[in-house]
């Protein structure tokens, strides 16, 4: 059956400094329009002595045959690499990394002897956990599956958590290979994945990455990690404020310490100094337009933080001091203050994430001498609405940027 040229390279493969053309040949056996292809051969000739190699495959039938030329071995001539799909379920890939040297070409790695010494054991263990253990690395690692749904757990675990039998997982064979120069220095390294299953090949954890150098005399693992699939969240979280916020202004969080302001927080959030790890983060801005202007502060720490937000705090400038106007929870950011307003002062816009309820932005109206003290009961802001107004707190909530109450 004819052959067809499949993929090609120039690269200089035999260190004379001229370049030599490598290609990879194969027969389709049921038309150029299917991509399976047959008696796959490397190709390489020689620029210099004019000759041609071919180098046979331990693996010849198979998908989209791929070529890299790169310097593996630290030597400064390019080795031959090439990978191969299989088409099987699994997804599994051969790969070859050939160099030249005295004379002829050499086999530097072979995704079959790859498989092979890489031995993994997957088993399940109570409590809907599972373990990869590889015992040619000494490297275990143990994640849980219990966002895996109650179908499915049941199928293997009791209502304590305890398997109902003996179930083993395992590491597929070879399922992807690149080449990386991670030291940017010319010299690639191997980065390789194989697929964690389950309970069959569709069940997939994740995937073992193993990264690969040359020590000279053959490839030896650099690291090795577990990359797990993540699960998708149950609730949305906007991050970003959406494209309906126009900022007049970003106000920066106050890097100087204000003793007034620590006695007052101190004060109304009976905070003990020395035991609870309370930071600040605040703003002064006139709310209510009487050119005095109010502090919104911002406090995080275990006292005042849960899973829902934090708790914030405005407070009026008074010749005595800080007097409390509004406690606010819970609070994320963005925080914006609107140029609307209610009762004479300015509107305030947070962000609202709590269980249960779908992530939006709530209006804060100033009502009876103060703001709500709990956003997740306020009017949403429509997500056609355009907000005009001043951001908060505009560096964000880093450690940095707050000051540590003392």
Request: hydrophobic letters at 35%; aromatic letters at 12%.
């Amino acid at each position: 059956m004819e052959l067809v040229t499949l993929a090609m390279k120039y690269g200089d493969i035999d260190g004379d400094e001229l370049i030599d053309r490598v290609f990879i040949v194969g027969s389709r056996p049921f038309g150029l329009s299917s991509p399976q292809v047959r008696d796959i051969q490397l190709i390489v000739e020689q620029n210099k002595t004019k000759k041609t190699t071919r180098i046979p495959l331990p693996e010849n039938l198979g998908y989209e045959p791929s070529l890299f030329l790169g310097d593996f071995t630290g030597d400064g001539v390019d080795d031959i690499m090439i990978v191969i799909s299989s088409g099987g379920s699994g997804g599994t890939v051969f790969a070859y990394l050939y160099t030249y040297n005295n004379g002829g070409f050499h086999k530097l790695f072979d995704s079959e002897q790859f498989n092979q010494f890489m031995k993994y054991e997957v088993p399940y263990l109570n409590d809907y956990q599972v373990n990869v253990t590889n015992y040619n690395l000494r490297k275990s690692y143990t994640f849980n599956i219990s966002d895996r749904g109650e179908k499915y757990l049941s199928a293997i675990y009791d209502s304590n958590k305890k398997l109902k039998k003996r179930v083993n997982g395992d590491v597929a064979h070879l399922s992807g290979i690149y080449p990386v120069d991670f030291e940017r220095d010319g010299i690639f390294e191997l980065v390789i994945f194989q697929k964690v299953n389950g309970l069959y090949q569709a069940d997939g954890f994740g995937y073992v990455e193993t990264v690969l150098h040359w020590d000279g005399k053959q490839f030896v693992a650099s690291r090795q990690n577990l990359a797990l699939f993540g699960s998708e969240l149950t609730e949305k979280r906007i991050t970003q404020p959406p494209l309906h916020f126009v900022f007049s202004h970003r106000l920066f969080t106050e890097k100087k310490r204000n003793k007034q302001l620590e006695l007052a927080i101190t004060r109304e959030f009976q905070v003990k100094k020395g035991i609870d790890k309370v930071r600040y983060y605040y703003n002064m801005i006139d709310l209510n337009g009487d050119g005095i202007p109010e502090v919104f502060v911002f406090l995080t720490g275990s006292k005042l933080c849960g899973n829902e937000g934090c708790m914030a705090a405005i407070f009026k400038t008074t010749a005595r001091g800080f007097q409390l106007l509004s406690k606010i929870s819970p609070v994320f950011q963005p925080i914006v203050v609107s140029t609307e307003k209610t009762n004479g002062y300015h509107d305030i816009i947070t962000y609202v994430s709590k269980g249960g309820v779908d992530p939006f932005y709530a209006r804060l109206k100033f009502q009876h001498n103060s703001y709500p003290s709990n956003p997740t009961h306020q009017p949403r802001v429509p997500e056609t609405a355009t907000i005009i107004g001043i951001l908060l707190l505009a560096d964000g909530l880093e450690p940095q940027a707050g000051i540590l109450l003392e």
